[in-house]
């Protein structure tokens, strides 16, 4: 007697595909979203500890250091269960931007560390030469420091992107139907949790080989520019 008929549907597995596959846009938006506004508060941090303000960098760092030492449903749960309780207009924002934010916040406390070791990597004494010649700071930061800086934070902040997108797989705790909350229903309705899951297992394993094979492309585009 064959088991993997009795207790796998192979039919019913590849319908999955479409099925939870209709809700991937969801998902990936929530990531891309997250992901360019956590790098836009992630520059905005980088340019903040930069100044060397003793205040300022001891709450920077405090809020890089939680949103870095706490599990995203941790926060996740913060947010959006907790916060309502003292500020209860908060109930009424969309589940779908509470998701985003809070993945924002959690990316940009990684990316705000990536950003300013890979702005420290570059040899200071490129800075100091384009400033002898009498660049700005500004000037010499954007035609010399980042596109250096940039080729050296691809890689890292690439690997948060695919934390990010694998971490939309915790938002259906709050409500958002994404393609792991699509799973879970029709798991639970027909408990067939191995076609299911394994779907969206699947469907992560080849986002996240699609992006790592983009990204490394990118960075060898890059890497011949120097």
């Given at each position: 007697?064959?088991?993997?008929?009795?207790?796998?549907?192979?039919?019913?597995?590849?319908s999955?595909?479409?099925?939870i596959?209709?809700?991937?846009?969801?998902?990936?938006?929530?990531?891309?979203f997250?992901?360019l506004i956590?790098?836009?508060?992630?520059?905005?941090?980088?340019?903040?500890?930069?100044?060397?303000?003793?205040?300022?960098?001891?709450?920077?760092?405090?809020?890089?250091?939680?949103?870095?030492?706490t599990?995203?449903?941790?926060?996740?749960?913060i947010?959006y269960?907790?916060?309502?309780?003292?500020?209860?207009r908060?109930?009424?924002i969309?589940?779908y931007?509470?998701?985003?934010?809070?993945?924002?916040?959690?990316g940009?406390?990684?990316?705000s560390?990536?950003?300013?070791?890979?702005?420290?990597?570059?040899?200071k004494i490129?800075?100091?030469?384009?400033?002898s010649?009498?660049?700005?700071?500004?000037?010499?930061?954007k035609?010399?420091?980042?596109?250096?800086?940039?080729?050296?934070?691809?890689?890292p902040?690439g690997?948060?992107f695919?934390?990010?997108?694998?971490g939309?797989?915790?938002?259906?705790?709050?409500?958002?139907?994404?393609?792991?909350?699509?799973?879970?229903?029709?798991?639970s309705s027909?408990?067939?949790?191995?076609?299911?899951?394994?779907?969206?297992g699947?469907?992560?394993?080849?986002?996240?080989?699609?992006?790592?094979?983009?990204?490394?492309?990118?960075?060898?585009?890059?890497?011949?520019?120097?």
């Amino acid at each position: 007697m064959n088991l993997l008929n009795i207790n796998f549907n192979l039919e019913y597995f590849l319908s999955r595909f479409s099925v939870i596959g209709k809700f991937l846009p969801v998902t990936l938006g929530i990531a891309i979203f997250s992901m360019l506004i956590g790098l836009l508060i992630a520059l905005v941090i980088a340019f903040l500890l930069d100044l060397k303000i003793t205040g300022l960098n001891k709450i920077l760092r405090t809020y890089i250091s939680f949103f870095r030492g706490t599990p995203l449903m941790v926060q996740l749960f913060i947010f959006y269960f907790g916060f309502p309780q003292v500020f209860p207009r908060l109930a009424q924002i969309p589940i779908y931007i509470v998701a985003v934010y809070v993945m924002s916040i959690n990316g940009s406390a990684y990316m705000s560390e990536t950003i300013r070791a890979s702005i420290n990597s570059v040899d200071k004494i490129q800075l100091e030469s384009a400033l002898s010649i009498g660049m700005t700071k500004y000037q010499a930061m954007k035609r010399i420091i980042l596109p250096q800086a940039a080729r050296i934070a691809i890689p890292p902040l690439g690997n948060t992107f695919i934390s990010l997108v694998q971490g939309t797989a915790i938002t259906f705790l709050l409500g958002v139907k994404e393609i792991m909350a699509v799973a879970k229903i029709s798991a639970s309705s027909t408990y067939k949790f191995l076609e299911n899951y394994l779907v969206v297992g699947i469907i992560y394993w080849i986002i996240t080989l699609v992006f790592t094979n983009l990204l490394n492309r990118l960075e060898t585009k890059m890497n011949k520019a120097y």
